[in-house]
């Protein structure tokens, strides 16, 4: 009998997001670039014979617990698709600010099927599958690294490892208010805004050369004018943000997160900067892999 298993739920930012087009199903054709972070939430599952979700840890607030969470989605689809019983405890130690275009509850999910496939190996073939059908970045955690993101975001594309870059991460202040379906306002908002060169192609040769910088992915993210259209506060955050630490920040996903990028060794500057001035800052990295 399997007491516990456990594993890691690292974040993610997008370098880079174009648009390409609505699709007939509702969602839009995307092409990006996802990138890991060291950042990660712990998620583990207990055979329990009170089977539920628990959330805790200092990113714990506003997150659901139980049944909406979509780590528990997660586990009852693996555990559907071995034809068992979801007769485990979900536990997920919060570490990555919620609904903040990191991905957490994407990865979170992604960690609940990779853990349920250790105990069901059977799933093994169907997780791409069975992720795409909790939501769009969730395929990308079950090999995560450094890829390209097409179709929703499935149709994955592994890349040769980042060399290791510090990111600092600018979540949204305290105070702000949540916006209900986040994701699907700001691509609402896109129809209307969207009128960019595509990105992705260029900040991939920069890449490749091994180093990035936050200036090389200014104006890359597609969806970064329409998430200034649903949130607020947004732009004063950036501007904040930028006359600060003196350097421009990108938008990740939908947002609301703004980040900086750059080599390794620097983050602490940046954050120390920010910090001084009273903004709220995660320092980290590019994962190893
Ligand atoms: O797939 P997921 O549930 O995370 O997507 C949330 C919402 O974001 C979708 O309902 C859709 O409105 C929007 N979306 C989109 N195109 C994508 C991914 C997400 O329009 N490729």
Redo the contacts with the bound molecule.
């Keep these: 009998m399997v007491e516990r298993l456990a594993g890691p739920a690292p974040a993610k930012v997008n370098l880079a997001l174009d ?1 390409l087009g ?2 007939s199903d ?5 092409d990006t670039l996802f990138l890991e972070l060291e950042l990660a939430d712990h998620v583990e599952i207990v055979p329990s014979e009170a089977p539920g979700l628990e959330v805790s840890g200092p990113r714990a607030a506003g997150v659901p617990a139980g049944r909406a969470n979509l780590a528990w989605r997660a586990l009852e689809c693996a555990a559907f698709g071995a034809g068992a019983d979801p007769t485990f405890r979900v536990r997920i130690d919060k570490q990555i600010p919620a609904a903040g275009g990191l991905a957490g509850g ?1 990865s979170d999910a992604a960690a609940v099927l990779l853990l349920a496939a250790k105990l069901w190996p059977q799933l093994v073939p169907r997780l791409p599958a069975l992720a795409l059908e909790l ?4 395929p990308f955690f079950l090999t995560g690294g450094f890829a390209r993101g097409r ?3 499935e149709l994955l594309e592994p890349l040769p490892p980042l060399p290791m870059h510090d990111v600092v991460l600018f979540p949204p202040p305290a105070g702000t208010q949540a916006v209900e ?1 986040k ?2 306002a ?3 908002k896109l129809a209307e805004l969207d009128s960019r060169p595509p990105a992705v192609s260029s900040v991939l040769e920069l890449a490749r050369g091994g180093s990035l910088s936050t200036e090389d992915l200014v104006g890359a993210n597609a969806l970064e004018h329409a998430a200034l259209a649903v949130f607020p506060w947004l732009q004063e955050h950036r501007t904040r943000i930028e006359a600060v630490i003196r350097s421009p920040v990108v938008l990740t996903g ?1 947002g609301p997160t703004w980040f900086w990028i750059g080599p390794s060794g620097s983050g602490d500057a940046v954050a120390h900067c920010a910090r001084e001035a009273g903004l709220e800052v995660i320092v980290t990295r590019t994962a190893a892999r």
């Design positions: 648009v609505r699709r509702g969602y839009h054709e995307l994407s939501g769009s970045d969730v179709g929703r975001g379906r994701t699907a700001v691509f609402a939908a």
